[in-house]
T-cell receptor, first 110, second 110 residues
Framework: DVKVTQSSRYLVKRTGEKVFLECVQD?????MFWYRQDPGLGLRLIYF???????EKGDIPEGYSVSREKKERFSLILESASTNQTSMYLC?????????FGPGTRLTVL | KNEVEQSPQNLTAQEGEFITINCSYS?????LHWLQQHPGGGIVSLFM???GKKKHGRLIATINIQEKHSSLHITASHPRDSAVYIC????????????FGKGTHLIIQP
């Protein structure tokens, strides 16, 4: 079975902190994604990556950056966390169009 | 207007009832996904459709490409089917990121 893991299930940070959210998949998938999920807005794509060292902006990239140094790992970075980045963050990888999701990280920025 | 619209937003039904959740989209797509999200955040991919109909156990998904509409049906519903069901489309043109509906919150009462 494909496994997508995220480094934390719950995270609490302070405004202005630099935050790293890590995602690892074990099936050699080339495509990886970061989404955030908010009540009333559903899931929205932040960034995605087709390959190592490649990144593409999604629908809401502002305030975020990403890093893909190795194929299995896709990191989401909040350079200076703000309260409006409090959300559930979901990582996914895909093969042949079928997505596999991680368990999510619920981030609270105080 | 959202590119992916789901209805209903909330649905409460009795155990054993036949459930239908609808999804309409306004963009060209290469595939449509139905996802299930249980409390706690974990997302499971139920179906990926590009045409016709798929069945898995008590779940049936259909898509009508001409009408830009898909339905998810649950037969003989059970309380363990209680979850948020999310429709997502992969747009045509090569982008692999998904665009999501806002989800349907289903509660099946015993």
């Amino acid at each position: 079975d494909v496994k997508v893991t995220q480094s934390s299930r719950y995270l609490v940070k302070r405004t202005g902190e630099k935050v790293f959210l890590e995602c690892v998949q074990d099936m050699d998938h080339e495509n990886m994604f970061w989404y955030r999920q908010d009540p009333g807005l559903g899931l929205r794509l932040i960034y995605f990556s087709y390959d190592v060292k490649m990144k593409e902006k999604g629908d809401i990239p502002e305030g975020y950056s990403v890093s893909r140094e190795k194929k299995e790992r896709f990191s989401l970075i909040l350079e200076s966390a703000s309260t409006n980045q409090t959300s559930m963050y979901l990582c996914a990888s895909s093969l042949a169009g079928r997505g596999f999701f991680g368990p999510g990280t619920r981030l609270t920025v105080l | 207007k959202n590119e992916v619209e789901q209805s209903p937003q909330n649905l409460t039904a009795q155990e054993g009832e036949f459930i239908t959740i609808n999804c309409s989209y306004s963009v060209g797509i290469s595939a449509l996904h139905w996802l299930q999200q249980h409390p706690g955040g974990g997302i499971v991919s139920l179906f990926m459709l590009s045409s016709g109909k798929k069945k898995h156990g008590r779940l049936i998904a259909t898509i009508n490409i001409q009408e830009k509409h898909s339905s998810l049906h649950i037969t003989a519903s059970h309380p363990r089917d209680s979850a948020v069901y999310i429709c997502a489309v992969r747009r045509g043109g090569g982008a692999d990121g998904l665009t999501f509906g806002k989800g349907t919150h289903l509660i099946i009462q015993p």
